[in-house]
Nanobody, 116 residues
Framework: QVQLVESGGGLVQPGGSLRVSCVASGFTFSSYTMNWYRQAPGKERELVAA????????NYADSVKGRFTISRDNAKKVLYLQMNSLKPEDTAVYYC?????????WGQGTQVTVSS
């Protein structure tokens, strides 16, 4: 079955950096667009970044453009999100996600807190 396991979240000061990872299994990772979403307290879940199956083509939410970089290692089946110049408003649970057919699959999420 599809499994997505995120890690790497934590507490970071404003202006700092953090990299979160997502290990995928149960599907052909290299064949699918992969996404990072986030959900802040009291807000709807939002798409942060997406990367095409072969990598190279990435799309970002306007709020993170120029600060976040999505990447993937298809050999290791791992998705990454490098987050730089973090702001308090980036505080959220970050989720790895993939759409396979009509179903969207989610990981359990990893908490990122940006605070001094």
């Amino acid at each position: 079955q599809v499994q997505l396991v995120e890690s790497g979240g934590g507490l970071v000061q404003p202006g700092g950096s953090l990299r979160v990872s997502c290990v995928a299994s149960g599907f052909t990772f290299s064949s699918y667009t992969m996404n990072w979403y986030r959900q802040a307290p009291g807000k709807e879940r939002e798409l942060v970044a997406a990367t095409a199956p072969a990598g190279g083509n990435a799309n970002y939410a306007d709020s993170v453009k120029g600060r976040f970089t999505i990447s993937r290692d298809n050999a290791k089946k791992v998705l990454y999100l490098q987050m730089n110049s973090l702001k308090p408003e980036d505080t959220a649970v970050y989720y790895c996600s993939v759409q396979i057919g009509f179903r969207r699959h989610w990981g359990q999420g990893t908490q990122v807190t940006v605070s001094s």
